[in-house]
């Protein structure tokens, strides 16, 4: 090594990001300790003596923020922005009295307590997808398991879950500036105000939850620990919790894809997983590395380090240290690897260490037992941006056998996710050119419950495709109502249903799916043109059943050609405004619009019908400024849509299809729906303008351009689904379950 022991090393390189182990391997032989001009400057280390060593000496090698290496996070190289956390970033004793305060919560006997949770959590989970034989591991399981436990436990409303976890992923997963990394952090200031009013709760009303514990804690001299002290306290769990976990499950998961041979050892022998999941700790940490802060001059394996140096040091390097772990590149599932670091050592060990454990072995447990031939998409794999302070997969796509759910209503399937044969059990005319249709399964088992707004997908003999909402009653779990209006102008489509029809008839089934969920709102009002009754018909009837005060329109050509008219009145009563157009002409949107509350809570505007009736109602809404309270339904769009966006932006990508295998390139002169065509049978599609949801796909990785009319924003930024009939893609590849 050079004398000044000035080494060109970084542990955010795309040499150390591409293999780490390596990386530091190297280092190691060649100059294990050094220091690198890299990040303003700082010392590296590589052996497993030496980091244990300074992890331990909190007197020279402190974890407190300070003004050496920059402002920031003390405990990383660089140092980036964030809020002070307690207690990882002070030193004994300061620290002493927040380890005091939450250590109790998380001994191994506390966490036995919560396990019967966990694993109901981690059933509920993989409940959610087993059914449809292919996820996200990352987004379907190790980020919302590990979210909804440690919140849970904490004592966050499930409302807060899913708002909290994606955001903390984020900051992980995120490339530094990116639009993501924003929402990362818009995330987090959410997760600060939502911590200090669970505090202002929990001191009036404690509960038994673990924030209404540590409130309840008193420091040695009796005070209280205050409101910012509790928000570093609590953030720090939450951030702990998640994103740790959900790092380390993921890098299992996809190296037994990789090493079919232990996977099936865990599947055969399931307690061999207690002592694997120690060496799957060492092998796959998920913490890669910490930094302090040289407070006095000392000398760490010969090489000199000056009062105010920063210090990096490397987990992953100590836990493949070939003097402690021989052959440690290899993974071994019944090494003794107890003596790993990736809980630290010293004072600043991790105190969630047992929860950590026992809510990784439940995810791994239900893999192996409901999913043990899952086959990770390696294309599809998204690693984080850099390995250099947190390791772990941003997107693990898989695909599997499909299972049965472990909870909630056994036996009965959450959706048609392929076509089914449903037979009618009974027609009836519901106006002049509307057929009532009700179908059901032939054996006559209960079908997939639905909620208001929910449609279906009928596969006509043709080879056609209909989308229809339902529209009778969601408590009658044998039967699916539609109503199919006959258009002689049409595409054929009604005209072929409306002659196939009949008693014992069967047709070809998926769904259902839902784009119009009834939103819970003070009051309602209903808009319905035509055969735009039917999912309205349902919504009714549930704001009625929950007794929320509603209104709603209901227009059409003559009071012959309006259906379900009278069941309609039957529910709404003097709620209901009949306007047949012959008889009272167009509604007056300006009147029925313009005396609704204008409260941050108001009334919530549901409107289903033509194209001209829909952007009247659009309009109107614009001018009032209630565009945020309408929610649409098209049957019908035109090619506004599709001019929104400019062609000769459109750029190039990939898609690998999951079930398939194939990999396909999408030019910017074709459509995704095209490309998908030339090498697909069979693709569920019909109006190609992204309007009627037929077309919708699962995405297990990478990041969709939606183009359509149908996602909510909400979905939008999930990205778990899209259009492909319109959509494109953000990224360089979509992996999607085709």
């Given at each position: 090594?050079?004398?000044?022991?000035?080494i060109?090393?970084?542990?955010?390189?795309?040499?150390?990001?591409?293999?780490?182990?390596?990386?530091?391997?190297?280092?190691?032989?060649?100059?294990?300790?050094?220091?690198?001009?890299?990040?303003?400057?700082?010392?590296?280390?590589?052996?497993?003596?030496?980091?244990?060593?300074?992890?331990?000496d909190?007197?020279?090698?402190?974890?407190?923020?300070?003004?050496?290496g920059?402002?920031?996070?003390?405990?990383?190289?660089?140092?980036?922005?964030?809020?002070?956390?307690?207690?990882?970033?002070?030193?004994?004793?300061?620290?002493?009295?927040?380890?005091?305060?939450?250590?109790?919560?998380?001994?191994?006997?506390?966490?036995?307590?919560?396990?019967?949770?966990?694993?109901?959590?981690?059933?509920?989970?993989?409940?959610?997808?087993?059914?449809?034989?292919?996820?996200?591991?990352?987004?379907?399981?190790?980020?919302?398991?590990?979210?909804?436990?440690?919140?849970d436990?904490?004592?966050?409303?499930?409302?807060?879950?899913?708002?909290?976890a994606?955001?903390?992923?984020?900051i992980?997963?995120?490339?530094?500036?990116?639009?993501?990394?924003?929402?990362?952090?818009?995330?987090?200031?959410?997760?600060?105000?939502?911590?200090?009013?669970?505090?202002?709760?929990r001191?009036?009303?404690?509960?038994?939850?673990?924030?209404?514990?540590?409130?309840?804690?008193r420091?040695?001299?009796?005070?209280?620990?205050?409101?910012?002290?509790?928000?570093?306290?609590?953030?720090?769990?939450?951030?702990?919790?998640?994103?740790?976990?959900?790092?380390?499950?993921?890098?299992?998961?996809?190296?037994?894809?990789?090493?079919?041979?232990?996977?099936?050892?865990?599947?055969?022998?399931?307690?061999?997983?207690?002592?694997?999941?120690?060496?799957?700790?060492?092998?796959?940490?998920?913490?890669?590395?910490?930094?302090?802060?040289?407070?006095?001059?000392?000398?760490?394996?010969?090489?000199?380090?000056?009062?105010?140096?920063?210090?990096?040091?490397?987990?992953?390097?100590?836990?493949?240290?070939?003097?402690?772990?021989?052959?440690?590149?290899?993974?071994?599932?019944?090494?003794?690897?107890?003596?790993?670091?990736?809980?630290?050592?010293?004072?600043?060990?991790?105190?969630?260490?047992?929860?950590?454990?026992?809510m990784?072995?439940?995810?791994?447990?239900?893999?192996?037992?409901?999913?043990?031939?899952?086959?990770?998409?390696?294309?599809?794999?998204?690693?984080?941006?850099?390995?250099?302070?947190?390791?772990?997969?941003?997107?693990?796509?898989?695909?599997?056998?499909?299972?049965?759910?472990?909870?909630?209503?056994?036996?009965?399937?959450?959706?048609?996710?392929?076509?089914?044969?449903?037979?009618?059990?009974?027609?009836?005319?519901?106006?002049?050119?509307?057929?009532?249709?009700?179908?059901?399964?032939?054996?006559?088992?209960?079908?997939?419950?639905?909620?208001?707004?929910?449609?279906?997908?009928l596969?006509?003999?043709?080879?056609?495709?209909?989308?229809?909402?339902?529209?009778?009653?969601?408590?009658?779990?044998?039967?699916?109502?539609?109503?199919?209006?006959?258009?002689?102008?049409?595409r054929?489509?009604?005209?072929?249903?409306?002659?196939?029809?009949r008693?014992?008839?069967?047709?070809?089934?998926?769904?259902?799916?839902?784009?119009?969920?009834?939103?819970?709102?003070?009051?309602?009002?209903?808009?319905?043109?035509?055969?735009?009754?039917?999912?309205?018909?349902?919504?009714?009837?549930?704001?009625?059943?929950?007794?929320?005060?509603?209104?709603?329109?209901?227009?059409?050509?003559?009071r012959?050609?309006?259906?379900?008219?009278?069941?309609?009145?039957?529910?709404?009563?003097?709620?209901?405004?009949?306007?047949?157009?012959?008889?009272?002409?167009?509604?007056?949107?300006?009147?029925?619009?313009?005396?609704?509350?204008?409260?941050?809570a108001?009334?919530?505007?549901?409107?289903?019908?033509?194209?001209?009736?829909?952007?009247?109602?659009?309009r109107?809404?614009?001018?009032?400024?209630?565009?945020?309270?309408?929610?649409?339904?098209?049957?019908?769009?035109?090619?506004?849509?599709?001019?929104?966006?400019?062609?000769?932006?459109?750029r190039?990508?990939?898609?690998?299809?999951?079930?398939?295998?194939?990999?396909?390139?999408?030019?910017?002169?074709?459509?995704?729906?095209?490309?998908?065509?030339?090498?697909?049978?069979?693709?569920?599609?019909?109006?190609?303008?992204?309007?009627?949801?037929?077309?919708?796909?699962?995405?297990?990785?990478?990041?969709?351009?939606?183009?359509?009319?149908?996602?909510?924003?909400?979905?939008?930024?999930?990205?778990?689904?899209?259009?492909?009939?319109?959509?494109?893609?953000?990224?360089?590849?979509l992996?999607?379950?085709?």
């Amino acid at each position: 090594m050079s004398a000044d022991f000035d080494i060109d090393f970084d542990h955010h390189s795309d040499a150390a990001n591409a293999d780490p182990v390596a990386y530091y391997a190297e280092f190691r032989e060649r100059c294990p300790v050094g220091r690198s001009a890299a990040h303003g400057g700082f010392h590296y280390t590589t052996r497993y003596a030496d980091v244990a060593r300074i992890a331990r000496d909190d007197a020279t090698f402190s974890s407190a923020r300070s003004d050496h290496g920059g402002q920031g996070v003390g405990i990383v190289i660089p140092k980036g922005p964030g809020l002070e956390q307690y207690p990882i970033e002070l030193d004994p004793p300061r620290s002493a009295e927040y380890r005091q305060l939450i250590n109790p919560l998380l001994t191994p006997e506390a966490i036995e307590q919560l396990v019967p949770m966990i694993e109901r959590h981690a059933a509920r989970v993989v409940d959610d997808f087993i059914e449809l034989g292919s996820c996200d591991f990352v987004r379907d399981l190790t980020n919302p398991l590990p979210a909804a436990v440690t919140l849970d436990w904490l004592g966050f409303p499930e409302d807060d879950w899913a708002k909290l976890a994606g955001p903390i992923h984020d900051i992980f997963a995120a490339p530094a500036d990116s639009e993501r990394a924003v929402r990362g952090a818009a995330g987090l200031a959410y997760m600060d105000q939502r911590i200090r009013e669970l505090i202002a709760e929990r001191r009036s009303a404690p509960q038994a939850d673990a924030v209404s514990t540590l409130v309840a804690g008193r420091r040695a001299d009796g005070g209280e620990f205050d409101e910012d002290e509790l928000v570093s306290v609590i953030g720090l769990l939450i951030a702990g919790g998640v994103d740790t976990t959900t790092s380390l499950t993921g890098s299992t998961l996809v190296h037994l894809a990789r090493h079919p041979e232990q996977r099936q050892r865990l599947v055969d022998s399931p307690d061999l997983l207690d002592s694997a999941t120690e060496e799957f700790l060492r092998a796959f940490a998920p913490s890669q590395s910490m930094a302090r802060t040289v407070t006095e001059d000392v000398e760490v394996g010969g090489c000199p380090m000056h009062a105010g140096d920063r210090v990096l040091i490397p987990w992953v390097a100590a836990n493949h240290d070939p003097a402690v772990f021989p052959e440690p590149e290899q993974v071994r599932l019944d090494r003794d690897a107890s003596r790993h670091l990736s809980f630290g050592i010293g004072s600043h060990r991790c105190a969630g260490a047992h929860l950590a454990r026992a809510m990784f072995r439940a995810m791994m447990t239900q893999v192996l037992t409901r999913l043990p031939d899952y086959r990770v998409i390696e294309e599809g794999l998204v690693p984080y941006p850099t390995r250099g302070n947190q390791s772990g997969w941003d997107a693990a796509p898989a695909v599997f056998p499909p299972g049965p759910r472990a909870t909630g209503s056994a036996g009965t399937a959450r959706t048609l996710s392929t076509p089914t044969p449903l037979r009618v059990t009974a027609v009836h005319t519901a106006a002049e050119g509307v057929l009532a249709v009700d179908l059901g399964l032939p054996d006559g088992s209960e079908l997939p419950a639905w909620l208001p707004g929910a449609h279906i997908e009928l596969r006509l003999p043709s080879g056609r495709l209909r989308q229809y909402s339902l529209c009778g009653d969601p408590a009658d779990a044998t039967t699916w109502r539609i109503g199919v209006l006959r258009e002689p102008q049409g595409r054929g489509g009604s005209a072929e249903l409306h002659e196939l029809a009949r008693l014992g008839a069967t047709f070809a089934v998926r769904g259902p799916r839902n784009h119009f969920r009834l939103a819970e709102a003070p009051s309602y009002l209903f808009l319905a043109g035509g055969i735009g009754i039917t999912p309205i018909l349902a919504m009714v009837r549930e704001a009625a059943s929950r007794g929320t005060p509603f209104t709603v329109v209901y227009g059409g050509r003559t009071r012959s050609t309006m259906a379900f008219a009278d069941e309609l009145a039957a529910v709404a009563g003097d709620a209901l405004t009949l306007l047949p157009q012959d008889e009272a002409g167009l509604p007056d949107l300006p009147r029925l619009l313009g005396g609704l509350d204008r409260g941050a809570a108001g009334t919530a505007v549901y409107a289903c019908g033509p194209t001209p009736m829909l952007t009247a109602v659009e309009r109107e809404c614009a001018r009032l400024g209630l565009g945020d309270r309408l929610h649409l339904e098209r049957f019908a769009a035109g090619d506004d849509l599709e001019a929104a966006f400019d062609a000769t932006e459109n750029r190039a990508f990939e898609v690998q299809l999951a079930r398939t295998g194939g990999t396909l390139t999408v030019p910017p002169d074709r459509r995704l729906i095209e490309v998908l065509r030339d090498a697909l049978s069979g693709l569920s599609y019909d109006c190609e303008k992204g309007y009627c949801g037929a077309c919708e796909t699962r995405v297990l990785a990478g990041t969709p351009e939606h183009r359509d009319s149908v996602l909510s924003e909400e979905e939008r930024i999930a990205g778990r689904t899209m259009m492909i009939c319109v959509g494109r893609c953000r990224s360089d590849r979509l992996v999607l379950d085709l």
